[in-house]
Each structure stands twice: as C-alpha cells, then as structure tokens.
C-alpha cells in the first residue's frame, strides 16, 4: 500500500493494474516526478541538487499529492484496485475455471 495518500485511503500499490507498459511491475524504491521526462522506457536519470536559487513561486509552492491513479495503462483503464474489479464484474467464467 505504497501509493496511499492522505486523501485517497485506499490501501494501492503503485504499480498500476497490469504492470507498466514496456516496462512492468515496480519491485523496488521509487521517485515521482512532476511533469514529464524525456526519452525511452527504463532510462537511467541522474538527479543533481539544481545550480540556481529558484525564486518564482511555481518553484517556490508545496506539493499536496491528493491521488495516484494505478488504473491499467493499457486501453481504458478504469478501476484502480483488483478487488474493485471484482466487486463490479461479479463472478466470471474464467474465475470458476480456476476454483
């Protein structure tokens, strides 16, 4: 339940509902980043203390982190947690093959 915040209680796991596209499930430690980062999959990024003093106020605002949204990536992705899914599906064919 690492992708819980204060807002969202829901007990989640960062890695979203099948894995991350071309790159998978989140194992280890990680980072988020606002906005965005440029280049391929599973890149190696090196974070450095930044040179100048940051003085604008976008720069200068707290980060209140309300939701992480761990919906699948592939298609439309609409439930955050596989029990949500299974609660609205109900039971399923291949869910009785298994049993």
Known sequence: SNASTEFDLTAKRITPMGGFPHYGIV???????KGSCVGVKKRVLTLRKSLRVHTKRAALENVSLKFIDTSSKFGHGRFQTLEE???????????????
Do not use: H
């Open 85 to 99: 899914k299974k609660a609205f599906m109900g039971t399923l064919k291949k869910d009785l093959v298994e049993a």
């Open 27 to 33: 194992n280890e430690d990680y980072v988020l980043i």
